[in-house]
């Protein structure tokens, strides 16, 4: 996995791209994660568009992205989520956990 | 430092996350030599990697001088992916439900229960000398 983030409105967005299976992968995003909220960046939107599958390592990984914002009164958005994403989601019930947007404009446009 | 070996249709891994991308590279290339659509080559890979992380964590202990092997087959439409260790066996009955609400939010526990989902058979063999999961699925 490659990792890449800009900014738009306060808004930070996390590019992950390829695959997210392990290893590396889960200190490469939790790394990036901390370093945000030390610097007070609490609005995040992970855009899933490049990430062409991740396994329960991946779910993993966006589930401590979640609770670790909302710990630190941030908030997280997903945007951009594949269809083979999508199916491990629903299997897992985790689609009753994030909130998921079509593109990176409505998930920015969704923050309070 | 052990490095990934292969023979024929079999990789071996030492037990370590870093070589997960091997084991990958190998599977799907293999796969996409046998024909498989690019849906079901991922199906595969996600539940292979699964099974490569629970033999390096929980059969090997991450133990680098202990191996994992993967074996790739092919009989006519099906596709048999052999994942084996060198740990001491697990009880695939004692893993908690991930769909419970007391479980949602648990970062770890997904892994079997994603393999059974997207695989036709998963069949779970303990020997003396380690587990070995088979997942089979139609191509």
């Given at each position: 996995m490659k990792l890449t983030d800009r900014e738009v409105n306060?808004?930070?967005?996390?590019?992950?791209?390829?695959?997210?299976?392990?290893?590396?992968?889960?200190?490469?995003?939790?790394?990036?994660?901390?370093e945000l909220i030390e610097n007070d960046k609490k609005r995040v939107v992970i855009d899933l568009a490049g990430v062409e599958w991740m396994n329960s390592t991946g779910l993993g990984i966006l589930i401590s992205s979640y609770t670790t914002l909302r710990n630190h009164?941030?908030?997280?958005?997903?945007?951009?989520?594949?269809?083979?994403?999508?199916?491990?989601?629903?299997?897992?019930?985790l689609v009753s956990v994030f909130d998921a947007h079509d593109s990176v404009d409505e998930a920015i446009k969704s923050f309070k | 430092m052990a490095k990934p070996i292969i023979q024929g249709d079999t990789i071996k891994v030492p037990s370590s996350p870093e070589f997960l991308p091997d084991v990958d590279i190998f599977l799907e290339g293999t796969l996409r030599g046998f024909g498989v659509q690019e849906s079901v080559v991922a199906d595969i890979a996600i539940s292979v990697s699964?099974?490569?992380?629970?033999?390096?964590?929980?059969?090997?202990?991450?133990?680098?001088t202990k191996m994992v092997t993967v074996r790739i087959t092919r009989a006519g439409n099906v596709v048999t992916v052999r994942v084996s260790d060198e740990g001491g066996g697990f009880d695939p009955t004692h893993v908690p439900d991930p769909l419970a609400d007391e479980n949602l939010l648990q970062e770890v526990g997904r892994g079997l229960f994603i393999v059974h989902s997207l695989m036709d058979k998963v069949e779970v063999?303990?020997?003396?000398?380690?587990?070995?999961?088979?997942?089979?699925?139609?191509?």
């Open positions: 306060n808004v930070v967005i996390l590019e992950p791209r390829g695959k997210i299976m392990g290893g590396p992968d889960a200190s490469l995003l939790h790394d990036k994660l901390y009164q941030g908030e997280l958005k997903l945007a951009n989520v594949t269809d083979k994403i999508q199916s491990l989601l629903t299997i897992t019930k | 699964e099974l490569v992380n629970n033999a390096i964590v929980h059969g090997n202990k991450a133990t680098l063999e303990a020997t003396g000398s380690g587990t070995t999961v088979a997942i089979t699925k139609a191509i």
